[in-house]
Every structure is written in structure tokens, then in C-alpha cells.
């Protein structure tokens, strides 16, 4: 299981972090989506760290033991959205969502 | 540039089947997996299963197992999910998504999603 809180609140301009823990994440890779209400989600953060080149550099990602990290940096009002944390089991074969976190920003 | 569009909305009875498809362009259509996700009203995402195009068995997480199948039409290019004996628990949206053919996949592109709704 991957567990996030179900909710995180900043102001505008603030730093967000998001966890997800899980026995799973030392041994594979943790990836982020964002969705926001009516769209599909979007891959923000794959391999734990890395961007895809059309995501702002406010969003990172990193890990340390069994709990991943997501981080938006100056966060704005665009950014309210729900996430999600995913990763897979330790055979890599099944997919594994986290419950997901809803950003809401003040 | 990935681009996958998926089937319209579905009404269904419970007990009846639904098949939805996803069509994909913009890459070589083996490249891939294709993976689908469902997300309940109001809930979070769900994986349901994968396929290979390019040959192998599909994977289905347990919870799934048996009362799905994911299929392919390559010379088309078309992923299918099909779902069997509907409840009203399979009221969802389900997105077809493309991921990396390796082990501890993600999701690198979505589709638009397919609304399924059953009710009697």
C-alpha cells in the first residue's frame, strides 16, 4: 500500500510537500500525477526525481527510505489539484496507486 | 507526440458487459503498454490491468482478475478493455494510459477517459 494524507493546504507563494510512504519505495521508483477536476492526470514527477521537460521546475521530487517526497516550490493557484503517488510491487509487476492528496491553495 | 482517444460513454444494466476502446497515435503502437485506470466518482485511481501489444500475456492486478480483459488490435492500432457481469461498483471513468514496456511501469501519456455507468 502506498499512503498519502488526503489533504494539504498553503498559501499562495509557499512551499507544498506531499508524502507518500511505503515498504515498496526503497526498492522501486515513485512517480507523481496531478489531476485536476474534469481532466486526466498528468505525469509530473517519474523515477522519484526527474521532470518531465514541460512541467515547471517548481515541482521535484525525492526519497528517502520508504517515504517519497513531492515538492512545489512557490506554489500558485494553478496548482490546486489533486495528486498521486505510484509505484509497483517489489516483482515490478503490479501497479500500485497512492489514495491521493488533495492541494488546496489558501 | 502520444495521443490516445478513447470510446464514448456507456450506459449499462448490471450484469451486462462493456467493451471500450482506445485508439493511439503518434508513436509505434508495440513501443508501449498499454495500462487502464479507473477512477470511481469522487474516489482515486485504480489500476485494472496491462497489456503488451507486442505480444505476452495481459496482467491484471487480482482484484480484477477474471471479470476483465485487455485486448489488442495491432493493425490498427486500438487497445480494448472489456468488462464482464457489471455492478453498480463499475460505475467509473476509465483512462487508457501508455507507459514503458519494463517492469514498475507508469503512465507517460492519458486518454481522455471513458464514462461507464451502470444502472438498472
Known amino acids: 500500500d502506498l499512503i498519502q494524507p488526503p489533504s494539504v493546504s498553503v498559501s499562495p507563494g509557499q512551499t507544498a510537500r506531499i508524502p507518500c510512504s511505503g515498504d515498496v519505495l526503497p526498492k522501486q521508483h515513485t512517480y507523481w500525477y496531478q489531476q485536476k477536476p474534469g481532466q486526466a492526470p498528468l505525469l509530473v514527477i517519474y523515477k522519484d526525481r526527474e521532470r518531465p521537460s514541460e512541467i515547471p521546475e517548481r515541482f521535484s521530487g525525492s526519497k528517502s527510505g520508504t517515504t517519497a517526497l513531492m515538492t512545489i516550490s512557490g506554489v500558485q493557484a494553478e496548482d490546486e489539484a489533486d495528486y498521486y503517488c505510484q509505484s509497483a510491487d517489489s516483482s515490478g509487476t503490479y501497479i500500485l496507486f497512492g489514495g491521493g492528496t488533495n492541494l488546496t491553495v489558501l | 507526440q502520444v495521443h490516445l482517444v478513447q470510446s464514448g460513454a456507456e450506459v449499462k444494466k448490471p450484469g451486462a458487459s462493456v467493451k471500450v476502446s482506445c485508439k493511439a497515435s503518434?508513436?509505434?503502437?508495440?513501443?508501449?503498454?498499454i495500462h487502464w485506470v479507473r477512477q470511481a466518482p469522487g474516489q482515486g485511481l485504480e489500476w485494472v490491468g496491462r497489456?503488451?501489444?507486442?505480444?505476452?500475456?495481459?496482467i491484471y492486478p487480482q482484484s480484477f482478475r477474471g471479470r476483465v480483459t485487455v485486448t489488442t488490435d495491432t493493425s490498427i492500432a486500438i487497445a480494448y478493455l472489456e468488462i464482464y457481469s457489471l455492478t453498480l461498483g463499475d460505475t467509473a471513468l476509465y483512462f487508457c494510459a501508455s507507459g514503458p514496456p519494463t517492469a514498475s511501469s507508469f503512465f507517460d501519456s492519458w486518454g481522455q477517459g471513458t464514462l461507464v455507468t451502470v444502472s438498472s
Open positions: 503518434g508513436y509505434t503502437f508495440t513501443d508501449k503498454y
Open positions: 497489456i503488451n501489444p507486442s505480444g505476452g500475456v495481459p
